[in-house]
């Protein structure tokens, strides 16, 4: 189906306004006026994009205002924008790929953060047996905050059993994270504190829910700097620099925002009757129902939602999104829906 507007809480097909459930908009700033007010005003400053090396030798003041927020806000000691996080996720395994003797990864990570040549963190639900070999290495272990079809975020614990002659860098996209969990959605990075973590490094889209596109990676100060000598990260433009200072410039935007996400997800939480057929957490604004013909449901009553087939899986994904921008009478609606489908031994 197409539009012709960005689909916000609502959008029009055909001339009839069906609610919208759907996208990565999580923070519903892409429509949202201030938002696009500081835009403007940095587009008219640094102008509609850039096409220079972020190592050539004029230097934009956008990229270091932006890049110093990214880092305070995620709480790492450096952070860099790139052009998108795909782009993030593979400059970053390019970059480790000469020090790492095993990539391992959990289940279901997104292709940006994926390795041919990685091995299965878990084997049978139990941890890899290569992991606790005697064998000293280093290791490089990918995940996803939160993968595809789960409302958690990855497990981390089992970290702690890795021996000590294993030295691990670990590896976390945050695109369906940053912006959502955490203080004021400043994501999980902060909180992965496993002891024998030698090294912790962070991807994310940024085009998700903090509503710009491009990309951004954060670690520590010598990781980032090996990351600025890289020959692809040389070789490529910069994200745009107005959208790098706009990333500044929202700060108070970014909070607000995210306390109406959270306002939402609480109140659909309050709404929704326990049913083993729909995965939901009050922490995290996406529903995933496992309903028959569920989609169609909605759509017979003007409700649009994410349906699509990803990446290699046999069927189709529906997957429910809350942005910060519902309403409490949209909210109602889609619970409502839901609820006629409790099971009958719940």
């Given at each position: 189906?197409?539009?012709t507007?960005?689909?916000?809480?609502?959008?029009?097909?055909?001339?009839?306004?069906?609610?919208?459930?759907?996208?990565?908009?999580?923070?519903?700033?892409?429509p949202?006026?201030?938002?696009?007010?500081?835009?403007?005003?940095?587009?008219?400053?640094?102008?509609?994009?850039?096409?220079?090396?972020r190592?050539?030798?004029?230097?934009?003041?956008?990229y270091?205002?932006?890049?110093?927020?990214l880092?305070?806000?995620?709480?790492?000691?450096?952070?860099?924008?790139?052009?998108?996080?795909?782009?993030?996720?593979?400059?970053?395994?390019?970059a480790?790929?000469?020090?790492?003797?095993?990539?391992?990864?959990?289940?279901?990570?997104?292709?940006?953060?994926?390795?041919?040549?990685?091995?299965?963190?878990?084997?049978?639900?139990?941890?890899?047996?290569?992991?606790?070999?005697?064998?000293?290495?280093?290791?490089?272990?990918?995940?996803?905050?939160?993968?595809?079809?789960?409302v958690?975020?990855?497990?981390?614990?089992?970290?702690?059993?890795?021996?000590?002659?294993?030295e691990?860098?670990?590896?976390?996209?945050e695109?369906?994270?940053?912006?959502?969990?955490?203080?004021?959605?400043?994501?999980?990075?902060?909180?992965?504190?496993?002891?024998?973590?030698?090294?912790?490094?962070?991807?994310?889209?940024?085009?998700?829910?903090?509503?710009?596109?491009?990309?951004?990676i954060?670690?520590?100060?010598?990781?980032?700097?090996?990351?600025?000598?890289n020959?692809?990260?040389?070789?490529?433009?910069?994200?745009?620099?107005?959208?790098?200072?706009?990333?500044?410039?929202?700060?108070?935007?970014y909070?607000?925002q995210?306390?109406?996400l959270?306002?939402?997800?609480?109140?659909?939480?309050?709404?929704?009757?326990?049913?083993?057929?729909?995965?939901?957490?009050k922490?995290?604004?996406?529903?995933?129902?496992?309903?028959?013909?569920?989609?169609?449901?909605?759509?017979?009553?003007?409700?649009?939602?994410?349906?699509?087939?990803?990446?290699?899986?046999?069927?189709?994904?529906?997957?429910?999104?809350?942005?910060?921008?519902?309403?409490?009478?949209?909210?109602?609606?889609?619970a409502?829906?839901l609820?006629?489908?409790?099971?009958?031994?719940?």
């Amino acid at each position: 189906m197409k539009v012709t507007k960005f689909p916000d809480r609502v959008l029009k097909i055909d001339d009839e306004k069906y609610l919208y459930f759907g996208g990565t908009a999580y923070l519903g700033l892409p429509p949202n006026k201030k938002f696009q007010k500081i835009l403007f005003k940095n587009i008219a400053r640094w102008g509609t994009a850039y096409g220079s090396s972020r190592n050539a030798n004029i230097k934009l003041i956008a990229y270091e205002k932006g890049e110093f927020f990214l880092a305070k806000f995620i709480q790492a000691d450096a952070a860099v924008t790139v052009s998108s996080g795909m782009l993030a996720g593979r400059l970053v395994l390019e970059a480790l790929k000469s020090e790492t003797a095993v990539f391992y990864h959990f289940p279901d990570n997104h292709v940006a953060i994926s390795n041919g040549d990685s091995l299965p963190f878990y084997i049978n639900e139990e941890l890899n047996p290569r992991l606790l070999d005697d064998k000293p290495e280093k290791i490089t272990i990918l995940s996803d905050a939160v993968a595809s079809n789960t409302v958690t975020t990855a497990d981390f614990s089992a970290l702690e059993q890795i021996p000590n002659h294993k030295e691990i860098t670990l590896v976390i996209d945050e695109s369906h994270s940053l912006g959502i969990l955490g203080t004021n959605g400043n994501g999980i990075f902060s909180t992965i504190n496993q002891p024998n973590v030698k090294r912790k490094i962070m991807v994310s889209s940024l085009g998700k829910a903090m509503g710009l596109s491009g990309g951004v990676i954060a670690s520590d100060i010598d990781f980032m700097n090996q990351i600025k000598l890289n020959d692809t990260f040389v070789s490529s433009a910069g994200m745009n620099p107005a959208f790098v200072k706009t990333l500044a410039d929202a700060e108070e935007l970014y909070v607000s925002q995210h306390k109406k996400l959270k306002k939402n997800t609480n109140y659909l939480n309050s709404k929704l009757l326990p049913n083993r057929n729909i995965l939901f957490d009050k922490n995290y604004p996406v529903i995933y129902p496992k309903i028959e013909n569920i989609n169609s449901v909605l759509a017979s009553n003007k409700i649009i939602i994410t349906n699509f087939k990803y990446t290699s899986e046999d069927n189709y994904l529906n997957r429910i999104i809350i942005t910060a921008n519902h309403k409490k009478k949209d909210l109602d609606k889609i619970a409502k829906i839901l609820n006629q489908y409790q099971s009958k031994d719940e």
